[in-house]
Every structure is written in C-alpha cells, then in structure tokens.
C-alpha cells in the first residue's frame, strides 16, 4: 500500500507547564476528507498549527509522502506540500480575486517599468479553475465578493502551488449560510477527486457527517478516536459523547412548563425598517425563549439592533411592560431594560484588553458606582466572582484582559454583562458561533435560567440551535416573518421557511 | 528564591522608571553638580507643571484614541487674550476664565466637529490650532503685551510658596490627584476607556461615547490654557509665541509615560512628564542648545516607545530566540 499523504508519530507539545499535545498518532490518506473534532483547548489547533509550521513540534515526526519533513516556519510546510487556509483568511479587500491568488507571485515583466501582468495571471487562474472546478467570478474584488467567494479565493491562493498534497482548513463554515456551504462542499468534493487530502476543523457535527471520510476527535491533547465516518454511523456513535468524554443526555436543557410563563413584557406590532425587515410583530412573555430563525441577508441582525435603539425604525411599535417605547439608541434600550449580546462579540461586545470586571459592569455603570459616581471596586469584584462561579468561567481570573480568554469564554462574559445589566427582556444573536460544544450546553442553560424572571429572544442562523433552545419559533426570509398559522413547528418546518421563505406542509 | 517577594502587578514597569529617574539623574550631576542645587530643583518642578498640565488634557485625548494638534494655538490665543483683558485694567477673575473659556470653546468646537461631525481628528486640530493662533494676532497686531502685568498680581501666580512648594507644583499635583481619582475610581473614567478600547462596544453597553470624545477634547483646551498661563506668569508678558513649545512634551510625556508603564493613564503621564522635563532642564543646564535637546528628547521618546510596546518587544524577542544557538534554545524550553 502506499505511504499515506501524511503521518504524523508521537507529537507532543508543551507551553510552560501545559501539556498541549501528548503523544498524537495522526494518519491522513491520500485523497480524504478527514474531520478534526474537539472542545476549544482539546489540542487540534495546536496540531494544526505544527502541522503547518507555525509552532515547532517538541516530540516526534512527520512524514510527508513516506518521508520525515521538519518545518520550522509556514513556508517550509508550503515547500513539502502542506497548504494552510486560516479561519479569517486575510485578503486584500481592494483587489481582485485574481490579484489575491498570486498575490506575491504576480507575474512581473522584467524592467524598470515592471506591472503585473494580468492577461497571464487570469490565465494561471484558469488553469487553477480547471483543475479545480468551481462557479466564482474572480474578476470582481474581495470587497465585492461573498464570504463564500472569499473562502473559495483563500483556498485557491493556497493551492495555487501545483504541489500542494494536503489542505488544513480551520472552520471554514463558521461565517457561511447554509445556501453558501453546499458550494464550499462541492469545492472540497472536487478537491478530494483531484487527490488532494483535506484537513477539515469545525464546531458543527452534523457537517462532519455531511462531508467528511474520516474523523478525529482530540480530548485534553490526546487523540482519543479516529474513524471512518461510516463507523460512526453504523455504530450510531454520538460526536459530542466522544468529545466531551461524557455521556451528554441534553445540550439543550428542558422546555419550559406552561405554568412557569408569565404576562407580556415585550410586544412588537408591524416593526418595519427600510430593506432589512418590515412587519414583525409578536409578544414575548416572561418565562419563556423565543426563537428567531434567519440566514445572513435575513434581516434578523438589523431586528435586533432596531429592538436595541442602534438602527432606527421607520414604523410599528415597539412596548416593554406594557408601556410603549422607542429607543433611539443602545442606552435609552438598557435605560428601559432590553440587552443584547451581539453577534460579533470582539467587536460588539467587549473591550478586549480590559479585565473581566471592567467588561462585565459597563453596561450597569449606575449599579456599580455609587451616586457620586465613584465605582464599588469591591462590590463589583464581588458581583463579577459570582458571575464568573455560576457561568464556570475558565480561567476564573478577572484581573487577566478578556482577550486572553477562549471563544466560550468571552461569550460567557458578555452574558455576564448582561446579567450584571438586570435586563427585563435578553437578545441573543447569534451567542455560539465559535463556542464550543461543552460551553455550549451551559450557555443555553443559562438562557433557560434567565428566561425564569426575564423575557429571552434567540436570533441564529442554526436552524438547530433555534428549535432546541425556544420554546416558540417563527423564522425570517428576506425580512419577512415567516410563522405558522396554527402555532405548530417543527424543525423541518422552520429549516423550509427560513431558508426558502415558505412554509411545508408535514 | 526569586519568588520570595511578591510584587503588585506592574510594579515591574514601575521600578524600571525609578531606576531610569536615578540613572538619568547622576548623569546629569556628574556631568554638572548644579543639577541638584535648590534653585534647579524648583526650575524642574516649575517647567514640570507647565508640561505636566498641557499633558494631563491630551492624556484624556490619547485614551479615547484621538490626536489634538490644536492645544499650542489654543494656549497662544488664550494667552493673548488674558493678556489684553490684563493691559484693559480688567482684574484676573475676569482676565483668567476668559482664558479658560477660549480654551474650552475651542476644545468644544474640535469635540463637537470630531465626535458628532465625525471630521478626521488630526486635520481639523491642526486647521483649528492655526486659526487660533491666527487670532492671538489680532488683539496687538503681533506686539508684546506687558502693560498692567507688574501690578495685575498675575506674577504672583509664579512666586506664591505653598508648604515651601512652588504654588504651580501644588496645583499640577493637586489637579493631577483628583484627575486620577476621576479616571480610575468612577464610572466616567471608565467611560473615557471603554469609549477608547472599543468604541462599538462601548456604545452597545449604553456608554455616550460622543459626549466622552467631546469631552476629552475640552479638557485638553482647558488645561493647555493652565499650562500656558503659568508661562505668563513666569514670563510676565503676552508674546504670539506663547504656547508654542507645549506640544512636544506634551505628546512626549504621553506617549513615554504609556511606554514606561504600558497603558495610557494619568499616573503613566506624570511619570514621562517627569522624566521629559528632567531631560530637557538637564539639557538646557549643561547649555545645550534647545535645537539638539529637543532632538534628543524625541529621540529619546522614539526609542521609549519602541523597547517598551509589547508587540515591538515580542518581535525583536522572537529574532532574539532566533540568533541563539539552537542548543541553548532547547534549555529555555525546558
């Protein structure tokens, strides 16, 4: 049999005290689609990093087609066939998709008046579409393009090397609908027909099973299991057991009982805001989670920030408690008692190289000072301790910059922040993209937990994630709301209606 | 063993600057003994306010992430104006917060045009700067003020003695205690961050982060026009030069204090105060002319800023672990 694309033997690898990685057997075969799966901290990126030359393995060897490779930097695994594409791929926004495959390889007249010769490089990029086969206009500018596009531009950047043997992808979906990921999958399908070994790391389980021949799952830097896809599926074997090492009964935690629900405290009628949505309306009551279910384009980013004050409305009504309101910004919203944890956390959510304890009481800044204004430090830190106890926050370090925290993590602060905000009615949006599974379940616990005295809105593009954690669903379609007449949805329903802006009839 | 004492975090960065102080100190002193002479000492302490309160507006400034080029012609105008309303006979409590004014007048219009007409900071600070120092012509025709000075009781400003303290020190410290209590025990210090680090977030949590950006460009007019009144006062006339040399320490106590103590706050902008204005005292004392100290002391906050940003200092840490043998490498591994 033939030496497999690569090999990796016994790695391991330590920061300070922190075993990383131990003693991880990998085996990646030519021409498969191999699912890398683990918690955040579980070591797979660590792998992925010294596969691709961006840390230098302490133990162990990699082979590469039979033969041992030491990398000590990215263009060294380059060299030996190892192409990486990052989770933010980092594109030039002004130029074309051309321009961004052979960026730094443009082919250049020799001379004093030396250009880029974009005849040739359109060309080259042909030959890469040939050989890899898929639907992209490269002409227009990364600007332009859809995140689609520019994932489909970052990986042909990265075999833009005819050598390339193995491609490390790292989420590649996390910012993708579920309209753009069939033509990312259809681009790795074509890859592995073309020979190319596919290195695939993702979040989401249900792509694992979709794509994937091989899987395998890191825990506490071992590999604990690797398999074919088929394996799992004929021995029914549940992905997030393996990851957590646990038998994991519920991610999402019971429903709520109908007497729990209580009066109204948000009512919504006919809300309308230019092209990003018109006519929602519904009433959400104490005790209960509604759920939003909306693709990108859907409207349901700018229904949150107009429920927020951040976007203006042009009509409709907006009422919390039974009195009518109209924030006209974020402040007069929290004044009134909604709060949202945005969906781009980093950029909407938190001061990044401040410390927990700052993050968590900006939004309450009158709670956590005294009339004068002057801070409680030590009722703060206090408020911020039990926070970070009942959310499991880890590390449970308030004083470190909440940039040093993982994804989950972060998350958990902002929903700290809420917490601390003692809001009437929370918006999620999109609360676990790029939180891992473990995170994951405590975070919806924790939205079941405040639904007990609050209103709580999900917005997300999981249709699974929608209808495990609400109570109620209705999705969005273009701006329009999309709910059933009788009340009644199930998860097949709710999918139909937000992706094709219809509703099923089973 | 090295472990035995613990440290409040931080303090690392601290001792490194009290060791610089102390450095920087007996050089001076050996290179000229009158460095540490009495009258030179309250020299020091006398320019260190000046420099200190033009810095402690543009600390504000600097922690919302924004540049003010305006405060040297902001300070020039508002020195000429005092000194006009002084040679009119009028006393100081109008003379000096008419001065004020014109500080937080300017320092409001840059606000309003920055935070709410979201002009770019550095041009319109630069264009406002020079139509304030403009206008500081207009009151004389460009001449000198001096007339009532003697007897207006302005120079007392320079010679009162609080505590044996030169009254201008007292203030600069005084005002720098409260600015520190303001910045980094209440909610409204905690604005001026947030509105800074990350101005999305900060207004996602309710935070007005326009009237903080506002607000950061008035103080920076008021308290340049502090600084330039303690130039008055020492000077005892009104020139269109007035002010002119405030930017440079300014920026350079700002920007080296950030550098020595890693985050932009009002005790880093006292600490690279104080190191500038011993510099350039230092300097001028041994006669070097101010067309080379100023050079040094750039250089010097160049420098400063390069070895102590932490990204600059990982890089050149990373070239570091590069030149080293490869067996030693694996040592510090381990």
């Known amino acids: 049999m033939a030496a497999p694309a690569l090999r990796a033997r016994a790695i391991s690898k330590r920061f300070g005290p922190v075993n990383a990685l131990s003693d991880v057997d990998f085996v990646l075969e030519t021409g498969e689609v191999h699912a890398l799966l683990g918690v955040n901290g579980a070591g797979k990126s660590t792998f992925i990093k010294i596969l691709s030359g961006i840390y230098r393995k302490d133990e162990g060897v990699i082979e590469v087609g039979g033969e041992a490779i030491d990398c000590r930097d990215p263009k060294d695994a380059i060299r030996h066939g190892i192409a990486t594409v990052q989770q933010h791929p980092e594109l030039v926004a002004d130029f074309s998709g051309y321009e961004n495959i052979f960026l730094g390889r443009e082919a250049m007249r020799p001379g004093l008046f030396s250009r880029i010769e974009r005849g040739d490089l359109s060309k080259r990029a042909g030959a890469l579409l040939k050989r890899f086969p898929v639907d992209i206009d490269l002409s227009k500018t990364i600007a332009e393009m859809s995140a689609v596009e520019r994932e489909i531009v970052a990986i042909l950047q ?20 579920e309209v753009e990921k069939t033509i990312l999958f259809r681009l790795i399908d074509t890859l592995r027909q073309g020979g190319i070994s596919v290195l695939y790391i993702t979040h989401r389980l249900e792509e694992v099973m979709e794509i994937a021949d091989r899987l395998s799952v890191f825990r506490g830097g071992r590999m604990v299991a690797s398999m074919l896809v088929d394996e799992v599926r004929a021995r029914n074997l549940s992905l997030a057991e393996l990851m957590l090492g646990e038998t994991l009964d519920h991610v999402f935690p019971p429903k709520a009982e109908p007497d729990a629900i209580g009066e109204e405290v948000l009512v919504v009628r006919d809300l309308t805001a230019g092209n990003s949505f018109a006519n929602i309306g519904f009433a959400l009551r104490r005790g209960e989670i509604l759920g939003i279910f909306g693709l990108v384009g859907s409207g349901a980013d700018e229904f949150a920030k107009a429920l927020f004050g951040a976007i203006p409305v042009e009509s409709g009504s907006i009422a919390i408690r039974g009195r009518p309101i109209a924030p006209r910004s974020p402040r007069e919203a929290l004044k009134e008692g909604i709060f949202l944890v945005p969906g781009d956390r980093r950029v909407e959510g938190l001061a990044l190289t401040e410390t927990s304890v700052f993050n968590i009481t900006l939004a309450n800044l009158k709670r956590a000072s005294s009339a004068a204004g002057i801070l409680k430090r030590t009722g703060n830190r206090r408020a911020s301790t039990e926070f970070a106890t009942r959310l499991a926050l880890s590390p449970p370090n308030l004083s470190m910059p909440v940039s040093g925290f993982s994804g989950g993590n972060q998350q958990k602060i902002v929903v700290a922040k809420g917490l601390f905000a003692e809001a009437d009615v929370y918006i999620f949006v999109e609360p676990t993209v ?9 975070l919806y616990g924790l939205m079941r937990e405040l639904s007990r005295s609050a209103g709580v809105i999900v917005m997300s593009s999981d249709c699974d994630e929608v209808h495990g954690i609400a109570d109620r669903t209705f999705a969005l379609y273009k701006g329009r709301q999309i709910s059933p007449p009788d009340g009644l949805q199930t998860r097949n329903r709710l999918l139909m209606a937000g992706i094709m802006g219809e509703l099923s009839r089973d | 063993m090295t ?15 009290l060791l610089l102080v102390v450095v920087v100190a007996t050089a001076f002193t050996l290179a000229e003994p009158r460095f540490l002479s009495t009258q030179n000492i309250s020299a020091v302490t006398r320019h260190m306010a000046a420099n200190g309160l033009a810095a402690l507006g543009l600390t504000l400034v600097v922690i919302v992430r924004k540049f003010d080029l305006s405060f040297a012609g902001t300070a020039c105008f508002a020195a000429m104006t005092i000194g006009y309303l002084i040679a009119l006979g009028q006393p100081l409590w109008i003379s000096i917060p008419a001065g004020i004014l014109v500080g937080a007048v300017i320092g409001a219009f840059n606000g309003v045009a920055i935070s709410y007409f979201r002009l770019p900071d550095i041009v319109t600070t630069i264009a406002t700067g020079s139509i304030a120092a403009g206008l500081a012509f207009v009151y004389s025709n460009g001449r000198t003020i001096f007339q009532n000075f003697m007897t207006s009781g302005i120079l007392d400003l320079n010679d009162a003695r609080v505590f044996g303290y030169s009254l201008s020190f007292v203030f600069l410290l005084g005002l720098y205690a409260v600015a520190w209590f303001f910045m980094h025990r209440t909610r409204y210090g905690a604005s001026f961050y ?11 949590s309710g935070v007005p982060i326009k009237h903080y950006t506002m607000l950061a460009f008035v103080a920076c007019g008021m308290t340049s ?9 020492e000077s005892g006339t009104a020139d269109t030069n007035e002010g002119a040399n405030l930017l440079m320490p300014a920026y350079a106590g700002v920007f080296l204090g950030t550098a020595l103590l890693g985050r932009t706050s009002v005790l880093a902008t006292l600490a690279g105060t104080f190191l500038i204005t011993m510099l350039l005292d230092g300097f001028s004392l041994l006669g070097i002319p101010f067309y080379y100290s100023d050079g040094v002391v750039s250089a010097i906050l160049l420098a400063g800023v390069v070895f102590f940003d932490a990204r600059l200092r990982d890089l050149l840490g990373d070239i570091g672990t590069y030149l080293q043998p490869r067996s030693a490498k694996k040592e510090t591994r381990a």
């Open chain 2, 194 to 204: 947030a509105t800074g680090e990350n101005p999305v977030a900060a207004y996602y």
């Open chain 1, 158 to 177: 990265a075999l833009a090397g005819d050598h390339i043997r193995v491609l490390i992808l790292d989420e590649p979906t996390s910012t993708l609908t």
């Open chain 2, 3 to 17: 472990r035995s004492l613990v440290l409040p975090a931080g303090s690392g960065r601290f001792i490194a600057f």
């Open chain 2, 225 to 233: 026009v502090f600084a330039v009144l303690l130039i008055l006062a």
């Open chain 1, 434 to 442: 790029g939180v891992d599974i473990g995170a994951r379940a405590k």
